[in-house]
């Protein structure tokens, strides 16, 4: 359900992955945070349109203006995540500059 959301969503370019969490990790091509943002909005639109009772968080970094690294990025989406999450509702957190 989700993952078809996302293939819906993403652009040929993008790269979508599921993770063994079962959370999934997205990497848009060349995408600005604004753009990151919006794509994820039309996400969490889609999946509460056809999906009411799905609650969806999200977590987002981009390069370079969160981290500098894979792992660093990996990390600030997790935080993103994390803060997300407390939300009862569905969510985007985009991560803080550091």
């Keep these: 359900m989700v993952a078809d ?3 819906l969503t993403l652009s040929e370019s993008d790269t979508l992955t599921h993770l063994q969490d ?6 848009l091509e ?8 919006s794509t994820m909005e039309r ?3 889609h999946l ?7 609650t969806l968080w999200i ?9 500098l690294t894979a792992g660093e ?6 935080t993103a995540l ?8 569905s969510r985007i957190e985009v991560a803080v500059d550091e």
């Design 22 to 27: 079962g959370r999934f990790g997205v990497v």
């Design 73 to 78: 990025l990996i990390d600030r989406a997790d």
């Design 82 to 89: 994390a803060a997300a999450r407390k939300w009862h509702q």
């Design 30 to 37: 060349d995408t600005a945070e604004s753009g990151a943002i």
């Design 5 to 7: 959301a996302l293939r």
């Design 48 to 54: 509460e349109e056809n999906h009411p009772s799905l």
């Design 59 to 67: 977590g987002a970094a981009c390069y370079p203006t969160h981290a």
């Design 43 to 45: 996400l969490r639109l």
